[in-house]
């Protein structure tokens, strides 16, 4: 099981950035996908999740109404959009896939790790 992420990058802020997770999760439309990031000296913590078939969707009240998280069954990935981005956004971000159909909020409950994809927003 592979979970590729992809989309970081060094902006201002107040800019916007796509992040990519593609999975070779063989059950994919069945699995919860969830963003969570980590920055130095913190723990990992949720950022965003998204249900099997993408009808619920979750989100830290750090990104509410500036992310967005969406997935594409059809090519096994899932995305976070985020928008007006902030200095205190900076970290590695992780996608993560749950043996679940609803979104998870712990790390403790995600069995599938990509391998991360910095972001650092400049002031």
């Known amino acids: 099981v592979q979970l590729q992420a992809s989309g970081g990058g060094l902006v201002q802020a107040g800019v916007s950035l796509r992040l990519s997770c593609s999975a070779s999760l063989r059950f994919f439309s069945t699995n919860a996908m969830a963003w969570f990031r980590q920055a130095p000296g913190k723990e990992r913590e949720f950022v965003a999740g998204?249900?099997?078939?993408?009808?619920?969707?979750l989100y830290a009240d750090s990104v509410k109404g500036r992310s967005t998280i969406s997935r594409d069954n059809a090519k096994n990935t899932v995305y976070l959009q985020m928008d007006t981005l902030k200095p205190e956004d900076t970290a590695v971000y992780y996608c993560?896939?749950?043996?679940?159909?609803?979104?998870?909020?712990?790390?403790?409950?995600?069995?599938?790790w990509g391998q991360g994809t910095q972001v650092t927003v400049s002031s």
């Open positions: 993560a896939a749950a043996r679940s159909l609803t979104v998870r909020v712990h790390p403790s409950e995600y069995d599938f």
């Open positions: 998204v249900s099997w078939n993408g009808g619920q969707t």
